[in-house]
T-cell receptor, first 116, second 116 residues
Framework: AQKVTQAQTEISVVEKEDVTLDCVYE???????LFWYKQPPSGELVFLIR??????QNEISGRYSWNFQKSTSSFNFTITASQVVDSAVYFC?????????????FGKGTMLLVSP | DTGVSQDPRHKITKRGQNVTFRCDPI?????LYWYRQTLGQGPEFLTY????????KSRLLSNRFSAERPKGSFSTLEIQRTEQGDSAMYLC??????????????FGPGTRLLVL
């Protein structure tokens, strides 16, 4: 069975600090997809990134970057120079291709609080 | 380009009443998913549709839960004889499945249910 672990329940930083959110996953499939979503206080889950299991290249998008390492089954998310607007709950999720449909298995989320 | 919409955004009901939630997906998307999210947890998969066919419903929480997607457009999720344990956020997501199995789910704002 697939599982996603986000060990950090809550992280507090001061604006402009860099912060890394950890994600560790478990799956028996060789083909799978990893995702990060942001959930601000309004409640809507906002898609940030999708990565497939065959693509281990790190990705950077503005202040956001992701580090995918299959050897450690990790898909960590770094925010550089954090801002107050980054305050939200961040979810890592996994879907397996073998099932034929893309049920997302989510971690419990990491709440990020960025103070001015 | 409108996103996924859900109605109502908030619902307060008394135990034993029936409630129905509506989800309107992104127009060109062929897949629609329902999730439930309780406080401090990640979303939990309930059911999904491909066009009008409900292809997975074994994860619906009980036989009090049912979902429909007539004509493959909007979907409804009904909970009969609500219980206090049904209090949660109900999230809808839609996606367009591409060749090779790549798929990204986009979420609506959710319906927050409180059962008194």
């Amino acid at each position: 069975a697939q599982k996603v672990t986000q060990a950090q329940t809550e992280i507090s930083v001061v604006e402009k600090e860099d912060v890394t959110l950890d994600c560790v996953y478990e799956t028996r499939d060789t083909t799978y997809y990893l995702f990060w979503y942001k959930q601000p206080p309004s409640g809507e889950l906002v898609f940030l990134i999708r990565r497939n299991s065959f693509d281990e290249q790190n990705e950077i998008s503005g202040r956001y970057s992701w580090n995918f390492q299959k050897s450690t089954s990790s898909f960590n998310f770094t925010i550089t120079a954090s801002q107050v607007v980054d305050s939200a709950v961040y979810f890592c999720a996994l879907s397996e291709a073998a099932s034929g449909y893309s049920t997302l298995t989510f971690g419990k989320g990491t709440m990020l609080l960025v103070s001015p | 380009d409108t996103g996924v919409s859900q109605d109502p955004r908030h619902k307060i009901t008394k135990r034993g009443q029936n409630v129905t939630f509506r989800c309107d997906p992104i127009s060109e998307h062929n897949r629609l998913y329902w999730y439930r999210q309780t406080l401090g947890q990640g979303p939990e998969f309930l059911t999904y549709f491909q066009n009008e066919a409900q292809l997975e419903k074994s994860r619906l929480l009980s036989n009090r839960f049912s979902a429909e997607r007539p004509k493959g457009s909007f979907s409804t999720l009904e909970i009969q004889r609500t219980e206090q344990g049904d209090s949660a956020m109900y999230l809808c997501a839609s996606s367009l499945r591409l060749a090779g199995g790549q798929e990204t789910q986009y979420f609506g704002p959710g319906t927050r249910l409180l059962v008194l």
